[in-house]
């Protein structure tokens, strides 16, 4: 019996139902899985005439290329873990006069959450405007604390809720740390709000990781920062000098050059790719890196071999066994047979789990932030890095990083050799999945 008219148009609607929905599907899993296009940047010409970070053309091209001016007159000092970084920041917030501004990626209940929300409440009574963003995706933070905030006048909101009218942006989140008082203090890093990163990294549970507090020019960019994912989030802009005071003219003597970086997701390279790829490309001497989720593409690892094989020392510090997120170290290890054999040293931290973002280039060129050497940082995530362009910052930094490679395992390639088949295993699926990680 023939088919009637009705029948083969729900048919038919029903095929292109299916189609659409794989069509979606398809466009969606292409903006997850997109390779950001900076992490595969080389020099054009001879790498003679690439810059380096001590060429004066080094800054200029980096500001050029990532949107981040490096100015002169920032102080800028390094924190060490919570207990170098949470007692700094509760007396520099509880000082605030006319505005305070917070942004977290990892919030969680806890001591640190309750003495954040305390003291935001109490400057908010005192007449500062205090904003307060978290990721939607990231944070948890009880509906008691917040509506302790709302009611004590604190502006919260989650940044980039989820639902089905937002899966578009879904794996967009905003990894970003950036508290800001009265627009002249700034602090950045890898820190989250959260008891792991309570105490010196003294054992398992107390995360090892390396902070900034600043002031100077760099502030406005982290406020400014600041300023669009609210706008985003809320529809209302932070402008004037309660937010961005007036700078004199002329800047300390003495202060360093450094700059706040943002770095959005975007269809082309985003600053944090554009980032690494310069200051890989560029290094002459050292690069040391300390990350806590690396998961490079083998255009980035080409970087880093390339670097390698021109006489640079190469060093990475990774997470060792106490990671708590064991694919992610196993996506890395998935390269350690070809770094290790191109001259890269690596370096597994063995107390705790190490959370650091930084690196240091020649002893001069330094970032210290959100960002991580993986898919998410490099391609879907808002993050935020401090560039410092100093050498004495340089050497402290690399004073830190040599103490912790004291405290590290350093895994050569007859180490390497001798682990088993399990983890051998475990590392060829995770390097398979290392853009969704």
Same mark, same amino acid.
């Given at each position: 019996?023939?088919?009637?008219?009705v029948?083969?148009?729900?048919?038919?609607?029903?095929?292109?139902?299916?189609?659409?929905?794989?069509?979606?599907?398809?466009?969606g899993?292409?903006?997850?899985?997109?390779?950001?296009?900076?992490?595969?940047?080389?020099?054009f010409?001879?790498?003679?005439?690439?810059?380096?970070?001590?060429?004066?053309?080094?800054?200029?091209?980096?500001?050029?290329?990532?949107?981040?001016?490096?100015?002169?007159?920032?102080?800028?000092?390094?924190?060490?873990?919570?207990?170098?970084?949470?007692?700094?920041?509760?007396?520099?917030?509880?000082?605030?006069?006319?505005?305070?501004?917070?942004?977290?990626?990892?919030?969680?209940?806890g001591?640190?959450?309750?003495?954040?929300?305390?003291?935001?409440a109490e400057?908010?009574?005192?007449?500062?405007?205090?904003?307060?963003?978290?990721?939607?995706?990231?944070?948890?933070?009880?509906?008691?604390?917040?509506?302790?905030?709302?009611?004590s006048?604190?502006?919260?909101?989650?940044?980039?809720?989820?639902?089905?009218?937002?899966?578009?942006?879904?794996?967009?989140?905003?990894?970003?740390?950036?508290?800001?008082?009265?627009?002249?203090?700034?602090?950045?890093?890898?820190?989250?709000?959260?008891?792991?990163?309570?105490?010196?990294?003294?054992?398992?549970?107390?995360w090892?990781?390396?902070?900034?507090?600043?002031?100077?020019?760099?502030?406005?960019?982290?406020?400014?920062?600041?300023?669009?994912?609210?706008?985003?989030?809320?529809?209302?802009?932070?402008?004037?000098?309660?937010?961005?005071?007036?700078?004199?003219?002329?800047?300390?003597?003495?202060?360093?050059?450094?700059?706040?970086?943002?770095s959005?997701?975007?269809?082309?390279?985003?600053?944090?790719?554009?980032?690494?790829a310069?200051?890989?490309?560029?290094?002459?001497?050292?690069?040391?890196?300390?990350?806590?989720?690396?998961?490079?593409?083998?255009?980035?690892?080409?970087?880093?071999?390339?670097?390698?094989?021109?006489?640079?020392?190469?060093?990475?510090?990774?997470?060792?066994?106490?990671?708590?997120?064991?694919?992610t170290?196993?996506?890395?290890?998935s390269?350690?047979?070809?770094?290790?054999?191109?001259?890269i040293?690596?370096?597994?931290?063995?107390?705790?789990?190490?959370?650091?973002?930084?690196? $240091?280039?020649?002893?001069?060129?330094?970032?210290?932030?959100?960002a991580?050497?993986?898919?998410?940082?490099?391609?879907?995530?808002?993050?935020?890095?401090l560039?410092?362009?100093?050498?004495?910052?340089?050497?402290?930094?690399?004073?830190?990083?040599?103490?912790?490679?004291?405290?590290?395992?350093?895994?050569?390639?007859?180490?390497?050799?001798?682990?088993?088949?399990?983890?051998?295993?475990?590392?060829?699926?995770?390097?398979? $999945?290392?853009?969704?990680?």
């Amino acid at each position: 019996m023939p088919l009637s008219p009705v029948r083969v148009l729900k048919g038919v609607l029903k095929a292109l139902g299916a189609a659409l929905l794989l069509l979606l599907a398809f466009i969606g899993l292409q903006s997850l899985l997109r390779d950001p296009p900076g992490a595969s940047l080389r020099a054009f010409g001879d790498l003679e005439g690439t810059p380096s970070p001590g060429d004066a053309e080094f800054a200029r091209t980096l500001a050029l290329m990532t949107q981040t001016d490096l100015s002169a007159g920032n102080q800028v000092q390094v924190l060490v873990n919570g207990d170098g970084t949470f007692p700094l920041l509760w007396r520099d917030m509880r000082s605030a006069t006319r505005s305070l501004t917070v942004q977290s990626y990892y919030i969680a209940p806890g001591a640190t959450l309750d003495s954040l929300v305390t003291i935001m409440a109490e400057r908010a009574r005192a007449g500062v405007r205090t904003h307060f963003l978290y990721d939607a995706f990231g944070g948890s933070i009880p509906d008691s604390a917040l509506e302790f905030l709302a009611a004590s006048g604190v502006r919260s909101a989650a940044f980039r809720p989820i639902g089905w009218y937002t899966l578009h942006k879904a794996q967009n989140r905003s990894h970003v740390r950036a508290i800001t008082i009265d627009g002249v203090t700034g602090y950045t890093g890898g820190f989250g709000i959260d008891d792991k990163w309570l105490g010196n990294a003294e054992r398992d549970g107390r995360w090892r990781d390396t902070n900034v507090r600043f002031s100077g020019p760099a502030v406005s960019q982290l406020q400014g920062a600041f300023d669009r994912a609210w706008v985003e989030t809320t529809g209302e802009l932070l402008v004037g000098e309660t937010y961005f005071p007036t700078r004199p003219d002329s800047v300390p003597a003495g202060g360093m050059t450094a700059g706040f970086m943002h770095s959005p997701p975007t269809f082309g390279p985003t600053n944090s790719a554009l980032l690494f790829a310069l200051a890989v490309t560029g290094a002459r001497r050292t690069i040391h890196i300390s990350n806590s989720y690396f998961v490079p593409n083998q255009a980035m690892v080409d970087q880093l071999l390339s670097a390698a094989k021109r006489g640079v020392d190469v060093v990475l510090l990774l997470p060792g066994p106490l990671t708590d997120v064991p694919i992610t170290r196993y996506a890395a290890r998935s390269h350690y047979d070809r770094m290790l054999r191109g001259g890269i040293r690596i370096y597994e931290y063995a107390p705790t789990m190490m959370h650091a973002k930084t690196f $240091v280039i020649d002893g001069m060129f330094v970032s210290v932030g959100s960002a991580n050497l993986d898919h998410r940082s490099l391609a879907l995530n808002d993050e935020g890095n401090l560039l410092v362009y100093d050498t004495g910052f340089g050497a402290t930094m690399d004073s830190l990083f040599s103490a912790d490679l004291t405290r590290s395992r350093a895994i050569t390639r007859e180490v390497f050799a001798g682990r088993g088949l399990w983890d051998r295993l475990r590392e060829a699926f995770a390097g398979g $999945v290392g853009k969704l990680l």
